[in-house]
């Protein structure tokens, strides 16, 4: 009776996001007599496994037996905890007690339901800075390195720091022996250490968080190995899991309009991502488009990025090609990128000067959709400037960017008619002062994953001149990021932009723009965790007219800019306040690896034309609440399933909400300098 009692608060946290299923816990065994210290333990590791203590590591060539004596537990908390898993995983050997009572039944729980020996997925968000160095590596700083040998786990059952947990079920070791993992020479060549280097904590925190930020990768650890001679070099373990790269998605409007997404993150092994859309128009001819996308994370090394996508539907045709290197780290010295793009483009365009009605395009009457063509070249060069050590966080980096826009089919222009369709060249420079940490969370954006949390600042000048078709201008932009804890606030980081055009000693298509993020240090009831999140956003257009980004002429309130799922054209304007508020629960719930979180939201906004005051306008409101489910495992984005009400809509919007489909894992704002560019007004 007492479980049936946890799965219906279970069920609620689900669908409710507030209650805590820790209540139905309280009248357990908590107040059982609970031994706090053990002398003596044995540890049972299995063949060709790997086991972890503070300070080294152990490889069991065969099965083995290892005697733990002087074991301490000295805090209540984690006895209470462990008690706690004990009685999750004594619910779960029940009911397959009883299923098994029926032979059907065991064969169903056996291929669906993994029994844990530990929580680790539900365990507290452990940060720790990664530029510290960690008992497991203090005594090897300043040791060269020698070999690096992987190690490749399953993707179901073991982590990386139990390796010798095994997948329980007949479906994950089905999964297991037919997946192809990650090619050994693409993850050498994401690393940054070689041989002989010399070994410090903040080169192996960045080598962990570059494997660990690569799409198909789930979670990765580098584990020093000292050699039995006691010399001065060490040997390096990279243990990696990848994630499964099968992904399918789509959307449906109505019975015959949507489209269908299928897409492989690691194609063979090679890293490589290959994407599908198949998009389905009844109403547009051709009635079934397609876009194509192909992306190489890492050629031979480099950390060049290439891309090739490809888009075709009756109001888009384009065709990119893109390679780009970031500053992943801050010992990369240069960075850059280049970009050419083909694009036959129909938009809706309100705004267009004597606009005409395309005639091979199928619109309602007097509706003005424009079709134009443009042919897009983009150049940057980035060079990092900084002490010699590679341990230094600190880089000042110059930039440089070169970026022309050709249009081969537009309507008719002038000096003063369709200035968003005027030939343009940009050469924009750029000067930035970037410092940056990183520290790791769990349970912020994803269900259990290692997460990198970006701390330090950023400060950026820009400044270049625009040669227009008919006139010039010149761009200047200063922005400014930091980021970092606040007690007893939790993570918090902030953004500042000013910047636009000058042109007659006048800005134009300007814009200031404050953002704050923040998170909350994990709160704890009973068994289940909870943390708050606050999002806010002041957003002003300067003097904005049509510029060649004129998608971004207005802003909107419009979901993430303000508030989720109301949509309208009312909700658009040049100023903007928005601030979002979301508490987010995550209950003990592991079916199959997937993973459960309820949420509750309030979302405002405040949305102003030119010659509106912002504050004297209406407020726009949005509750609601809802679940999300993800499972690290799998390369699928998360699912979520949200109901809004609306106390105030505009008159084209229902009072009532509901969405469910997939969403994103949101970005940190982080500190690394990408290439210059004026601010995109979104």
């Not at 488009?289 to 890492?298: F, K, L, Q, S």
Request: glycine letters at 8%; charged letters at 25%; a neutral charge.
């Amino acid at each position: 009776m007492k479980h049936s009692t946890c799965i219906i608060y279970t069920v609620l946290v689900i669908f409710v996001g507030l209650p805590s299923i820790g209540w139905c816990q309280q009248h357990e065994a908590a107040q059982d007599t609970l031994p706090i210290k053990v002398v003596l333990d044995t540890i049972r590791v299995d063949k060709n496994s790997y086991v972890f203590t503070p300070d080294s590591a152990f490889f069991a060539e065969r099965d083995t037996v290892i005697y733990v004596t002087d074991t301490i537990r000295t805090k209540v908390e984690e006895v209470l905890k462990q008690a706690e898993g004990e009685d999750e995983q004594d619910f779960y050997k029940k009911l397959k007690a009883a299923l098994e009572k029926r032979k059907l039944g065991g064969q169903i729980f056996d291929w669906i339901f993994e029994i844990s020996d530990n929580s680790q997925a539900n365990n507290d968000s452990t940060k720790a800075a990664q530029n510290e160095p960690s008992p497991q590596t203090v005594d090897y700083i300043g040791k060269y390195v020698g070999d690096i040998y992987l190690k490749q786990i399953d993707v179901f059952g073991p982590s990386v720091t139990d390796t010798a947990r095994q997948a329980k079920s007949k479906l994950s070791q089905l999964y297991n022996r037919l997946h192809i993992h990650t090619s050994n020479r693409v993850l050498y060549n994401n690393l940054l250490l070689e041989k002989g280097d010399v070994l410090t904590p903040t080169r192996l925190a960045d080598n962990e968080r570059v494997i660990r930020s690569l799409r198909f990768i789930q979670d990765a650890r580098l584990v020093v190995q000292p050699r039995s001679d006691d010399s001065d070099t060490v040997d390096l373990l990279l243990i990696t899991e990848d994630v499964i790269p099968y992904t399918a998605g789509g959307s449906a409007d109505g019975f015959i309009e949507g489209d269908l997404e299928v897409t492989n993150r690691n194609v063979l092994g090679t890293g490589h991502e290959l994407s599908n859309r198949i998009i389905v128009e009844p109403d547009e001819v051709p009635k079934v488009g397609y876009e194509g996308r192909y992306h190489i994370p890492n050629i031979r090394g480099s950390f060049i990025e290439g891309e090739f996508w490809y888009r075709h539907t009756e109001r888009e045709d384009i065709r990119s090609v893109i390679f780009n290197r970031r500053f992943v780290v801050p010992a990369i010295r240069y960075a850059g990128g280049l970009e050419v793009s083909y694009n036959r483009l129909t938009t809706y365009a309100p705004w267009v000067n004597s606009f005409q009605i395309i005639d091979t395009f199928t619109v309602a009457e007097n509706v003005p959709f424009i079709r134009y063509g443009l042919f897009n070249q983009d150049y940057w060069l980035g060079r990092s400037l900084g002490g010699q050590s590679l341990d230094n966080r600190t880089r000042f980096i110059l930039a440089a960017r070169y970026n022309r826009q050709y249009f081969y089919e537009r309507p008719e222009v002038s000096r003063n008619e369709n200035p968003a369709f005027h030939h343009r060249q940009l050469v924009l420079g750029s000067f930035g002062f970037s410092k940056r940490y990183y520290t790791t969370e769990q349970l912020v954006y994803t269900y259990g994953r290692t997460e990198d949390i970006p701390i330090g600042q950023l400060a950026q000048i820009m400044v270049g001149p625009e040669y227009g078709e008919f006139y010039d201008r010149v761009f200047t932009g200063i922005s400014y990021t930091r980021g970092g804890y606040m007690r007893p606030l939790g993570y918090i980081s902030a953004r500042v932009n000013w910047g636009g055009f000058w042109r007659n000693k006048a800005m134009e298509d300007g814009e200031f723009r404050v953002q704050l993020n923040s998170f909350s240090y994990m709160i704890h009831r009973r068994r289940t965790q909870y943390r708050f999140f606050i999002k806010a956003d002041y957003t002003r257009g300067i003097n904005r007219v049509q510029t060649v980004n004129f998608q971004y002429r207005y802003i909107n309130l419009r979901d993430e800019n303000g508030i989720r799922g109301l949509s309208s054209v009312v909700l658009e304007g040049n100023e903007r306040v928005a601030l979002s508020l979301e508490m987010v629960a995550y209950p003990p719930i592991n079916l199959y690896s997937f993973r459960f979180a309820g949420f509750a939201f309030i979302d405002a906004g405040l949305i102003a034309q030119p010659d509106e005051e912002v504050l004297q306008n209406h407020a726009y409101r949005g509750y609601g609440l809802g679940f999300r489910v993800r499972n690290e495992n799998l390369a699928f984005k998360t699912f979520q399933v949200r109901f809004t009400f609306y106390p105030r809509t505009p008159e084209d919007k229902s009072w009532f909400g509901f969405r469910i489909g997939s969403i994103p894992v949101p970005n940190f704002m982080d500190f690394e300098v990408h290439k210059p560019e004026p601010f995109q007004f979104r």
